[in-house]
């Protein structure tokens, strides 16, 4: 077998945290790889104008495969306030990094699976007659990736030829007496052919891990042409996979529902912010975000990541109290998708023996405040984590 190059974006915050550790299990399952350190991230930005440097581009180019950590963005006025001052009034404008990687690598498939782990003391739990129940949610989001309102097609004050040509659209009329500046304005784009290619993913994986249906979840009954499209698309795909169910919701009653009866759901398709929305409240059933993976493919590249954020508060924190599974399991979906499946089914499989036995326990599965406190609560370190995960293989 070849031997793979991963590019590894840490990126900043516990970005830096908990990417060793994932690093650390690779390891000790046996994956033999060689990892090249590649930029990304805030610090990117302020030391050189450019959050995403050529540099890690070209790596990504070269060995098409990335682990990435978490990034911080913060607003357009602190992104100009903080760059050095040599990079001032030379009119860049920050960008996260991560949407743009899938830009430019056209990573138009991302995929978010939400499954809960059993006795995980963070999994949804429900009335039922006198007592309670936990359903078992077994959830995948196939989420557009690089259009939708993410495409960053967006003007504030627009210029004269792009308010012109949206004018001509008689819901602008609501519009006319406000003056340009005072218009902002971001524009969902929906593309054809993108939507095929979603849907036909989503669809294929639904067939292959025996998913009885795919949901889409959009909000067609108002957002008519965008979400129209993605729900016309999947019902022509869905004409080639007979035996898979094609269900559609409104986001809004998506919301609602997956806390009425989230084991219902297999496979969900949505466009980018949608996709983005129901994924994050999915993954608040089965853990939130410390549990909570990702993977964004092109024909070409993949990156895997974990949905959190770069959380700079707990960056420093020693020892670290965060929670590296999320981290952990994006990689395991680098395995699965490299064709070492059999190596990812057992990470999780120790995962899997580590929640299950409740003795390794990070702040967040103990429901405790962050903080260097959360130890005398009995909260394991970040690093004791990994160390259960690795005894358990």
């Known amino acids: 077998m070849t031997k793979r190059t991963v590019v590894v974006m840490s990126g900043d915050g516990i970005g830096k945290t908990v990417m060793p550790e994932a690093l650390r299990v ?86 978010r699976p939400c499954r809960s782990f059993a006795n995980n003391p963070l999994n949804f739990i429900r009335r039922k007659g006198e007592g309670f129940e936990e359903p078992q949610v077994d959830v995948v989001i196939f989420r557009q990736n690089t259009e939708g309102l993410y495409c960053g097609v967006e003007w504030t004050n627009p210029p004269e030829g792009v308010r012109t040509a949206l004018e001509t659209h008689a819901k602008m009329k609501a519009f006319g007496q406000v003056a340009s500046e005072d218009l902002a304005i971001s524009l ?60 559609s919701t409104n986001i809004d009653a998506q919301m609602m529902w997956l806390t009425k009866n989230p084991e219902d759901y297999g496979v969900i398709l949505s466009g980018n912010m949608f996709g983005d929305i129901v994924s994050d409240g999915f993954a608040g059933l089965v853990g939130g975000l410390g549990f909570a993976c990702s993977a964004n493919m092109g024909k070409r590249v993949a990156v895997f990541e974990p949905t959190h954020g770069s959380a700079p508060k ?4 020693d020892p670290s109290i965060v929670n590296p599974i999320a981290m952990i ?49 009995g909260a394991a370190t970040t690093q004791q984590m990994t160390d259960a995960i690795i005894a358990n293989l």
């Open 188 to 247: 969902r784009i929906f593309s054809r052919p993108a939507c095929q290619r979603i849907a036909r993913e989503a669809f294929e994986y639904a067939r292959k891990h025996g998913y009885r249906s795919v949901t889409v979840c959009e909000k067609p009954n108002v957002i008519r042409e965008t979400s129209g499209m993605m729900e016309e698309v999947a019902r022509q795909v869905s004409a080639d996979y007979p035996e898979i169910q094609l269900w």
């Open 26 to 111: 690779l390891e000790a399952i046996g994956f033999d790889a060689d990892y090249v350190e590649a930029g990304i991230g805030w610090k990117h930005w302020v030391e050189e104008g450019d959050p995403l440097p050529p540099r890690t581009i070209e790596l990504l180019e070269e060995h098409r495969l990335g682990l990435f950590g978490a990034i911080t963005s913060k607003t357009k006025t602190k992104a100009a306030q903080e760059l050095a001052p040599h990079l001032k009034d030379k009119g860049l404008t920050y960008y996260s990094p991560i949407v743009r990687m899938r830009q430019h690598f056209d990573l138009d498939i991302c995929v």
């Open 329 to 377: 399991l994006s990689a395991c979906m680098m395995l699965d998708h490299i064709g070492q499946g059999e190596k990812a089914a057992r990470i999780k499989e120790a995962i899997a023996a580590v929640v299950a036995e409740g003795k390794v326990r990070t702040y967040d599965m103990l429901r405790l405040t962050g903080g260097p406190r959360v130890f005398e609560h």
């Open 314 to 317: 707990y960056e420093k924190l």
